[in-house]
């Protein structure tokens, strides 16, 4: 006579909801991971933004050293770099003047790196805009609102939108 024992396993591996509880606790872990990983990616886009900034801002205090002149006049926001065409989505033209005066302090004037379509595609200029300094020439870009100083040495604008915030360097006097 054969009398199976069903209390001794017969075959040998995981359970069904064992296997699932290790897929679960694998799915929160490598959520954390890529959570925390994307936090990085964001400040090291911001650190590359702050780097093109400070390169601008550099050049145009290396124009105002060498010419003993005032900032190139833009009565508008314009496009820090563009040479052509329009940026922010069709709104702004190329900051024509303030391009010519960097060309000899800059080897290339950078835009953003990581926006490429739509506002914030390239850095923006404006000689009688009127900020934290009052009136004068401001520098304006968008940062990832992520840390302490999303801006630097600049400044944020307002409430962030859309997990931007809006950011404002002071240039120079007009």
């Known amino acids: 006579m054969n009398y199976h024992n069903y209390n001794k396993k017969s075959r040998g591996g ?8 290790v897929i679960a606790v694998i799915g929160v872990l490598s959520g954390v991971v890529l959570q925390s990983l994307q936090g990085a990616r964001y400040k090291s886009q911001n650190a590359t933004r702050l780097s093109d900034i400070d390169q601008i801002d550099k050049a145009i205090q290396l124009y105002l050293t060498k010419t003993n002149a005032s900032l190139p006049s833009a009565g508008t926001w314009q496009c820090v770099g563009l040479t052509s065409g329009t940026c922010w989505g069709g709104v702004y033209g190329p900051a024509t003047n ?12 950078p835009k953003d790196p990581f926006i490429t ?4 595609d390239y850095y923006l200029y404006n000689s009688n805009s009127t900020g934290i300094h009052g009136v004068g020439s401001y520098i304006t870009w968008f940062s990832y609102n992520i840390g302490s100083k999303p801006c630097g040495r ?21």
């Open 154 to 174: 600049g400044y944020t604008t307002g409430a962030p939108t859309g997990g931007y915030q809006q950011c404002l360097l002071f240039v120079g006097k007009n």
């Open 14 to 21: 995981f359970t069904l909801i064992e296997l699932l509880v």
């Open 98 to 109: 303030l391009n010519a005066a960097l060309a000899g302090n800059i080897s290339k004037i």
């Open 117 to 120: 379509t739509g506002n914030g």
